[in-house]
Structures are given as structure tokens and as C-alpha cells.
């Protein structure tokens, strides 16, 4: 198989990487999280990192999502609830009002 030159390869991902990030929902949501999550005083923790993973796989597809404080306000901060049409919520008994609206 024939490959770029690497100085291609690099003019490519230096071109297209911000549309693809805008334009693939996970990598859209995990950027917009992670600017908020830098921004915050408390340190972060190992387990930010994982939490953040599943919060920004199931955003995008989800029709409600039940997360902690933390990751419901970020992306409340981030309008993702508003760009994805998702209910985000940190409480269980949201659910079935949600469903019986959808």
C-alpha cells in the first residue's frame, strides 16, 4: 500500500482536523467538556477521565442522559443539550415525564 509523505499526511490532519472535530458529535463533545473541565479549580481526578469517555460517547445519541452534577453542567455550560436535542439530567425520576413528553 502507498502512503503520504509524512509532510502531507500532516498538511491533510492539519486542514481538515477541526472539521472533523466539529463535525464528529463524540470528539465535538469531549472537546467542549474538556475546555470546561480544564477551567474549573478542583483538580482532576483519574476518574474524570473515564467518566468523561462514557458522558461524551452517549450525548450525542441518547435521548436522556443521567449524569453526575459535574458532567450535567458542563454540558448544560456547552449548550450540548440544546445541539443534540438530548434531556440531561442528574436525577432518575426525570425519566418518565421525559419519556411520556418524547
Not at 468523561?52 to 455550560?77: G, H, K, R
Amino acid at each position: 500500500m502507498r502512503r503520504l509523505p509524512e509532510f502531507e499526511e500532516s498538511a491533510i490532519l492539519r486542514r481538515f482536523s477541526p472539521s472533523i472535530i466539529n463535525e464528529c458529535p463524540t470528539y465535538f463533545i469531549e472537546r467542549e467538556i474538556g475546555i470546561r473541565i480544564e477551567q474549573q479549580v478542583r483538580p482532576i481526578e483519574e476518574n474524570d477521565f473515564r467518566d468523561m469517555q462514557s458522558f461524551c460517547a452517549v450525548v450525542a445519541y441518547a435521548d436522556i442522559v443521567v449524569a453526575e452534577n459535574m458532567f450535567s453542567n458542563l454540558a448544560t455550560q456547552s449548550s450540548l443539550h440544546k445541539k443534540y436535542r438530548t434531556l440531561i439530567t442528574t436525577k432518575l425520576a426525570d425519566i418518565p415525564n421525559a419519556l411520556r413528553v418524547a
